[in-house]
């Protein structure tokens, strides 16, 4: 499977975005698609997960008030719409792509080493 990532951009602090995330090759039932993020120096760090067939989903805590995720069935496409963005988001954004037993907690949701495909990241830049 291969995942397209887009969206990223540079924004001021206060504004939306909305990253999208593409997949192609492959049926996602059964399958996970996850969003982390990783910021200069830091390490990559789980944002949300979807599992496709349901479209139940899990979200980082601290992002809960202001980042959503959901899905297209039809396109195959997963999204991640970003509120009231500050400069702490700034980061790439990676898509991802692991099997439904992520979802057994959630540790093995957050855990990168569970996904197996990647996208090539997009750039999120919060000015202050």
């Known amino acids: 499977v291969q995942l397209q990532a887009s969206g990223g951009g540079v924004v001021q602090a206060g504004d939306s975005l909305t990253l999208s995330c593409a997949a192609s090759?492959?049926?996602?039932?059964?399958?996970?698609m996850s969003w982390f993020r990783q910021a200069p120096g830091k390490e990559r760090e789980f944002v949300s997960a979807?599992?496709?067939?349901?479209?139940?989903?899990r979200m980082a805590d601290s992002l809960k008030d202001r980042f959503t995720i959901y899905r297209d069935k039809d396109r195959n496409t997963m999204s991640l719409q970003m509120s009231s963005l500050r400069p702490e988001d700034t980061a790439v954004y990676f898509c991802?792509?692991?099997?439904?037993?992520?979802?057994?907690?959630?540790?093995?949701?957050?855990?990168?080493?569970?996904?197996?495909?990647w996208g090539q990241g997009t750039q999120v830049t919060v000015s202050s």
């Open positions: 991802a792509l692991g099997p439904d037993r992520v979802w057994t907690s959630w540790r093995t949701t957050a855990a990168s080493g569970n996904y197996y495909s």
């Open positions: 090759g492959r049926t996602l039932s059964g399958y996970t």
């Open positions: 979807i599992r496709w067939s349901s479209g139940i989903t």
